[in-house]
T-cell receptor, first 114, second 113 residues
Framework: NAGVTQTPKFQVLKTGQSMTLQCAQDMNHEYMSWYRQDPGMGLRLIHYSVGAGITDQGEVPNGYNVSRSTTEDFPLRLLSAAPSQTSVYFC?????????????FGPGTRLTVL | AQSVTQLGSHVSVSEGALVLLRCNYSSSVPPYLFWYVQYPNQGLQLLLKYTSAATLVKGINGFEAEFKKSETSFHLTKPSAHMSDAAEYFCAVRLGGYQKVTFGTGTKLQVIP
């Protein structure tokens, strides 16, 4: 199993540009999430999905859009990039409804917005 | 609502010394608790998790954590630090199966030779 994969690993955007961060998992996990990691702030949840066709907002959703058309894929779209979106983005997935199930994280995408 | 507090954003220990990373949580119901580790330029990986089977939980790489309900704590320890333990450690809490996970702000562990 490849686990959780993310592309690209690095990206530089100009203010106002849009792009999509890709995330895929091959573990048939129902639950997928997007986080951003900023120094001193830990991981903050952007959007999450509990299954194909079902998404919801996390604590910092503004400026981001998601969709979940398949169990495997959960892309994150930046609609109009801003310097405040410079961050490291992590996708994660986990199985089922048990609270004990841990999350599996991708390697991250380091995004810089100029 | 749930929250997690990690005391100390940076902790330095000498190689061979005890590692103690603190985590306190706030929750209205018994929580699910996790510790994750992040090595430089990598994603997070699970170190250990509390499953209610025992209050002392053993994880990978010699780490363990003790759940203390009365103190609402889940501190991470390791008897003897290795250079390879240098990383950032995150405590996380979740209230239920489909509930969102809340992460602490992380503690960077430096191991001094």
């Amino acid at each position: 199993n490849a686990g959780v994969t993310q592309t690209p690993k690095f990206q530089v955007l100009k203010t106002g540009q849009s792009m999509t961060l890709q995330c895929a998992q091959d573990m048939n996990h129902e639950y997928m999430s997007w986080y951003r990691q900023d120094p001193g702030m830990g991981l903050r949840l952007i959007h999450y999905s509990v299954g194909a066709g079902i998404t919801d907002q996390g604590e910092v959703p503004n400026g981001y859009n998601v969709s979940r058309s398949t169990t495997e894929d959960f892309p994150l779209r930046l609609l109009s990039a801003a310097p405040s979106q410079t961050s490291v983005y992590f996708c994660a997935s986990r199985a089922g409804t048990s609270g004990y199930n841990e999350q599996f994280f991708g390697p991250g995408t380091r995004l810089t917005v100029l | 609502a749930q929250s997690v507090t990690q005391l100390g954003s940076h902790v330095s220990v000498s190689e061979g010394a005890l590692v103690l990373l603190r985590c306190n949580y706030s929750s209205s119901v018994p929580p699910y608790l996790f510790w994750y580790v992040q090595y430089p330029n990598q994603g997070l990986q699970l170190l250990l998790k509390y499953t209610s089977a025992a209050t002392l939980v053993k994880g990978i790489n010699g780490f363990e954590a003790e759940f203390k309900k009365s103190e609402t704590s889940f501190h991470l320890t390791k008897p003897s630090a290795h250079m390879s333990d240098a990383a950032e450690y995150f405590c996380a809490v979740r209230l239920g199966g489909y509930q969102k996970v809340t992460f602490g702000t992380g503690t960077k562990l430096q191991v001094i030779p």
